[in-house]
């Protein structure tokens, strides 16, 4: 309503001021323009067409009755109208062309906003699901593992409930001992890879850590002809990690090593150096190496290639490098064996 009044307003002011003070008459007559304008914003071009032609109205008349006459000609006073409805409509189709396009971008944030709460249902519903499917391989995986040497320690107690022997005894006491401990080993791993404990950070130096994975593989080695070899770059820098995790992490990838090398022998190497804030520790063998077909296949809980194996051992790598913002890959050799490689940051990731 303001908007309309508004050219009236101006009127008076232009009726009062008289003719004789032409600087004051000519800044009140360039207040039509605001009226216009500011229609045009509000109404769109059909508004400012309609306050320019109010505002021409209002203008002429006061022009024209002016005491004493102004000084302007009817030519004067048409082109005045005139560029008064060019302004309005001008500014109006702007305006209108702006409300659009601010009605577009509106829908498509709109759009992309129900979009965005499909995806996240979406996402939430595929981590349900993945969850779910993760807990049932889970449960099969321990199950067949469980089984196993629980069948083994079945038939060795029922051989042992009719067996006089002293010598086949001790065998099948053995046999239950050997699968006890595997039984033992497999539920830990699994504790482990279920509820991983939280990391005990402390800057820590990687050549101890080494040495001391080399000199625990070695006692593994047993007859077979296997040297182990170290590349360290010199100056690597303080690890900000869990040394006795990233110990755990080492040593499981150096014993795989050393299993994977009997009986034939050969030399395993570890390389670490640091580039651009990160340490990559490689550990290379000479073994048999993994299938290309189950390469992708290896970190994942239960899998195994070995006969006395958990299959939770790199799982559980995987998963401690993952606590340290850290990562584990595999690759086959050119010529043979395999190579991992542990990457850490030098710092670790705080969330704040």
């Known amino acids: 309503m303001l908007v309309w009044i508004t050219p009236l307003a101006i009127g008076l002011c232009q009726h009062v001021v008289s003719p004789v003070h032409t600087h004051v008459q000519f800044m009140v007559q360039r207040l039509y323009y605001l009226s216009v304008i500011l229609a045009a914003i509000g109404f769109g071009w059909r508004g400012g067409l309609i306050a320019s032609m109010l505002g021409g109205v209002v203008y002429s008349t006061n022009t024209f009755l002016a005491s004493p006459p102004a000084p302007y000609t009817v030519l004067d006073v048409g082109l005045e109208v005139m560029m008064f409805c060019i302004v309005g409509v001008m500014t109006g189709l702007l305006a209108d062309r702006e409300a659009k396009r601010k009605s577009a971008l509106e829908q498509t944030a709109r759009t992309l906003d129900t979009a965005h709460r499909v995806v996240q249902e979406n996402f939430e519903q595929m981590k349900r699901a993945e969850r779910l499917s993760a807990l049932g391989q889970l449960s099969a995986g321990l199950a067949h593992e469980i089984g196993n040497p629980l069948a ?15 010598e086949r005894r001790r065998e099948f006491l053995g046999i239950i001992q050997k699968e006890t401990r595997r039984l033992n080993r497999l539920v830990t791993n699994f504790l482990d890879f279920a509820k991983p404990r939280q990391p005990d950070w402390e800057m820590t130096e990687l050549g101890g850590i080494v040495d001391s994975v080399v000199g625990l593989a070695a006692q593994a080695v047993g007859r077979t002809s296997i040297t182990f070899r170290k590349k360290m770059a010199p100056f690597l820098p303080l690890v900000e990690c869990d040394p006795e995790q990233l110990k755990q992490v080492l040593l499981n990838i150096t014993i795989n090593a050393v299993q994977a090398m009997q009986p034939n022998g050969g030399e395993i190497t570890i390389k670490a150096q640091e580039r651009r804030q990160r340490v990559y520790i490689e550990i290379e063998d000479q073994g048999c190496g993994v299938l290309p077909e189950y390469l992708h296949k290896i970190f994942d809980p239960f899998f195994t290639t070995k006969d006395d194996g958990t ?11 993952q606590q340290h913002s850290g990562m584990l890959t595999a690759e086959r050799n050119a010529e043979q064996g395999m190579t991992f490689c542990v990457v850490l940051p030098v710092k670790r990731t705080r969330i704040l």
């Open 311 to 321: 299959g939770l051992g790199l799982s559980v790598s995987y998963q401690i490098l």
């Open 152 to 166: 083994a320690i079945e038939g060795a107690a029922d051989v042992l409930d009719n067996e006089t022997c002293p």
